[in-house]
């Protein structure tokens, strides 16, 4: 069974610190995700992964920074974390490029910056 | 770029009543479109695609969809609301990576 992991459901950090969100997925899936989901905004895309250490901007990527060191596991970095991003942050992952892959996504971590 | 948007951010029908949820997108190309299904504190599972190979698509939890060019549509329905499909619907459009609309949140009355 397809599988995306990631690391904590709910985050509480202060402003200015450093964050790591972690998402691992199982499936040798090629491409990998992260989003934000606010109310009435919907999920915004903020950086992807097609391979190992390669990344690309989404539609959101100001203030975060992502790193994929393994096939498997896609991190996302807030380098000082603002109030501003408190949110859920969703992680995904799909098969390969093609555009009728679906996605599959973890339960989500729910980061508050206090 | 292409985009989805979500006709109406709130949705509530009666148990057993007709769910329509309303999608439109803009693409210049073919799209692939998606529904995806958010219940409460879990992540987003797929309720179906359309991949071009049929404009009526069927879904799990007896959903379906379809495509209609003429109108750039792809709404979201249901003959008969169960309290069980409560929850938040996302429609999506699949570029480079997936566009997500805002979303569409679903209760069922008794």
């Known amino acids: 069974d397809v599988k995306v992991t990631q690391s904590s459901r709910y985050l509480v950090k202060r402003t200015g610190e450093k964050v790591f969100l972690e998402c691992v997925q199982d499936?040798?899936?090629?491409?990998m995700f992260w989003y934000r989901q606010d109310p009435g905004l919907g999920l915004r895309l903020i950086y992807f992964?097609?391979?190992?250490?390669?990344?690309e901007k989404g539609d959101i990527p100001e203030g975060y920074s992502v790193s994929r060191e393994k096939k498997e596991r896609f991190s996302l970095i807030l380098e000082s974390a603002s109030t501003n991003q408190t949110s859920m942050y969703l992680c995904?992952?799909?098969?390969?490029?093609?555009?009728?892959?679906?996605?599959?996504f973890g339960p989500g971590t729910r980061l508050t910056v206090t | 770029a292409q985009s989805v948007t979500q006709l109406g951010s709130h949705v509530s029908v009666s148990e057993g009543a007709l769910v329509l949820l309303r999608c439109n997108y803009s693409?210049?190309?073919?799209?692939?479109l998606f529904w995806y299904v958010q219940y409460p504190n879990q992540g987003l599972q797929l309720l179906l695609k359309y991949t071009s190979a049929a404009t009526l698509v069927k879904g799990i939890n007896g959903f379906e969809a379809e495509f209609k060019k003429s109108e750039t549509s792809f709404h979201l329905t249901k003959p008969s609301a169960h309290m069980s499909d409560a929850a938040e619907y996302f429609c999506?459009?699949?570029?480079?990576?997936?566009?997500f609309g805002a979303g569409t949140r679903l209760t069922v009355k008794p």
């Open positions: 992964s097609y391979d190992v250490k390669m990344k």
């Open positions: 999506a459009v699949s570029e480079l990576a997936m566009r």
């Open positions: 499936m040798d899936h090629e491409n």
């Open positions: 995904a992952s799909s098969l390969s490029r093609g555009l009728s892959y679906e996605q599959y």
């Open positions: 693409s210049s190309v073919p799209p692939y």
